[in-house]
């Protein structure tokens, strides 16, 4: 079992920036996949962006590149969402998810952080 905790949501204008922490334990393994999707009012869950844990490769969504960044600290076993020039459109409850390379569903996911992007 794999827990995943999210951290760092909160209220902040439009073009500023946030740091989205989540906390990974449990029987984690290297071959894992971590992401991070978002879920506004109304609308459905939407993928983001991802990392994979082994080798740092990552992809992210058209309305995000040059603007998030994802990372992995391996030591800390935390995986980061920097998001920077921050958009009213942003505004999402952030979920932090993972699953095994390969595999189409995921497996894991966090209880979910508020971001609110004020215009």
């Known amino acids: 079992q794999v827990q995943l905790v999210e951290s760092g949501g909160g209220l902040v204008q439009a073009g500023g920036s946030l740091r989205l922490s989540c906390a990974v334990s449990?029987?984690?393994?290297?071959?894992?996949?971590m992401s991070w999707f978002r879920q506004a009012p109304g609308k459905e869950r939407e993928f983001v962006t991802h990392i994979t844990w082994r080798d740092g490769s990552t992809y992210y969504v058209d309305s995000v590149k040059g603007r998030f960044t994802i990372s992995r600290d391996k030591v800390k076993s935390t995986v980061y969402l920097q998001m920077n020039s921050l958009k009213p459109e942003d505004t999402a409850v952030y979920y932090c998810?993972?699953?095994?390379?390969?595999?189409?569903?995921?497996?894991?996911w966090g209880q979910g952080t508020q971001v609110t992007v004020s215009s």
């Open positions: 449990g029987r984690t393994s290297s071959n894992y996949v």
């Open positions: 998810a993972a699953k095994f390379t390969g595999s189409r569903n995921y497996d894991y």
